[in-house]
C-alpha cells in the first residue's frame, strides 16, 4: 500500500522560504506521478505543482516563478520549494501520487490522484 508522509511545514514570513518533503513508500512501478495540492479554510483543494513519469513538471499560475518541484535521485521523494511566499500561500499542502501512472498526465487534477498525505499546515505571517 502506498503511503505518503509531508515535513516541513511551519510558519514563516511573507517573502521567506520554506521546502516541503514527501516521502513515499510503497510504490509497485517506476512509473509514478506525484503533485502538491492546498487548501486554505473554506476553499477547495488545489494543484501547485506537478511531476509525472517523464520529470515534465506543471505549475500552478499563482506559483509559476515562486515555487519549485523536483524529486529525490530515487523518486520516492517529492520536495515543493516555495520562495517569496505571501498570505495567499498559507494553506494545508497535501502530498499526492498517481501510483502507478504509467504515462498518465495527470497534472493539476485532484481527481486523477489516488493516494494522499495526511497534509502539513504553512502559515505565512506579513
Request: glycine residues 12%.
Amino acid at each position: 500500500q502506498v503511503q505518503l508522509v509531508e515535513s516541513g511545514g511551519g510558519s514563516v514570513q511573507s517573502g521567506g522560504s520554506l521546502t516541503l518533503s514527501c516521502a513515499a513508500s510503497g510504490y509497485t512501478s517506476a512509473r509514478n506521478c506525484m503533485g502538491w495540492f492546498r487548501q486554505a479554510p473554506g476553499k477547495e483543494r488545489e494543484g501547485v505543482a506537478a511531476i509525472d513519469a517523464n520529470g515534465v513538471i506543471d505549475y500552478a499560475d499563482s506559483v509559476k516563478g515562486r515555487f519549485i518541484i523536483s524529486q529525490g535521485h530515487a523518486k520516492s521523494t517529492a520536495y515543493l520549494q516555495m520562495n517569496s511566499v505571501t498570505a495567499e500561500d498559507t494553506a494545508m499542502y497535501y502530498c499526492a501520487a498517481l501510483a502507478p501512472c504509467g504515462y498518465s498526465r495527470p497534472k493539476l487534477d485532484r481527481y486523477m490522484y489516488n493516494h494522499w498525505g495526511q497534509g502539513t499546515q504553512v502559515t505565512v505571517s506579513s
